[in-house]
């Protein structure tokens, strides 16, 4: 099965929408519960970084038996250190952005604790892509 949404940067009433349609998605096809808390907090990471940063992104999900892929591309700044961006705490949000709750700094490190298989190419001034894979088996 395969899924696309489309992300609007700046528009924090449908942040959340991909990651929750995932979650209800996946619950149909009883995928253990303890994976779909992961993958929904990957995926909504993933999303609200979107909202947050970029201008607009994609997000392609791919589930197999196995394993879900989510391919999560975006137009925007695009990260200058992902190293650094890694690290808990560490944060571009704007202030706007973190009066209304989001931009704490935990977003990648999250995605990369929630999942199995993290890969991140940015580019600066045109944006940033995400692999990210959790395996359904052991």
């Known amino acids: 099965m ?15 929408f991909a990651s929750s349609h995932l979650k209800k998605i996946l619950k149909q096809i009883n995928i253990d519960p303890k994976l779909i808390k992961k993958i929904v907090i990957a995926l909504y990471e993933a999303e609200v970084n979107i909202v947050a940063h970029a201008y607009k ?13 989510m391919d999560v591309s975006d137009k925007g700044p695009g990260i200058e250190d992902i ?11 704007s202030e706007e952005v973190r009066e209304m709750g989001f931009g704490a700094g935990m977003g990648l490190s999250n995605i990369r604790n929630n999942s199995d298989e993290l890969e991140i190419n940015s580019t600066v001034n045109q944006g940033t892509e995400l692999k990210i894979v959790k395996r359904l088996t052991k």
Request: proline share 3%; charged share 40%.
């Open 83 to 93: 190293d650094r961006a890694m690290e808990d705490g560490y944060s571009t949000a």
């Open 57 to 69: 992104g994609k997000i392609k999900v791919t589930i197999e038996p196995d394993r879900i892929d």
């Open 2 to 16: 395969e899924f696309e949404y489309e992300i609007q940067g700046g528009d924090f009433s449908r942040a959340g």
